[in-house]
């Protein structure tokens, strides 16, 4: 049963970083694309940024040049590096693994102004 893991999330002021942690079980890890999403209060969950098993990266527009997504195999770890946040930023942020369908349990993350 595979199952993930979020940590890092909190409270920051805008103009501030934080940085996301998804840590998986199990080996598949190493050749699942995984993808982070996050869903704000009264809105549909989007998709923020991707990462292949090979690294290549994806992004939402609305996180481009600001966000960054990576991942450590040996550690069945992916990241979420969000910099310069933004109120609008606020939400419940998940990570996925792909290839499951696997869903971690949420770490919220709070922009203020």
């Known amino acids: 049963q595979v199952q993930l893991v979020e940590s890092g999330g909190g409270l920051v002021q805008a103009g501030g970083s934080l940085r996301l942690s998804c840590a998986a079980s199990?080996?598949?890890?190493?050749?699942?694309?995984m993808d982070w999403y996050r869903q704000a209060p009264g809105k549909q969950r989007e998709l923020v940024a991707t990462?292949?098993?090979?690294?290549?990266?994806n992004y939402a527009d609305s996180v481009k040049g600001r966000f960054t997504i990576s991942r450590d195999n040996a550690k069945n770890t992916v990241y979420l590096q969000m910099n310069s946040l933004k109120p609008e930023d606020t939400a419940v942020y998940y990570c996925r693994m792909v290839v499951y369908d696997r869903w971690g349990q949420g770490t919220q993350v709070t922009v203020s102004s």
């Open positions: 990462i292949t098993s090979i690294g290549t990266t």
């Open positions: 199990g080996s598949i890890f190493k050749i699942s694309t």
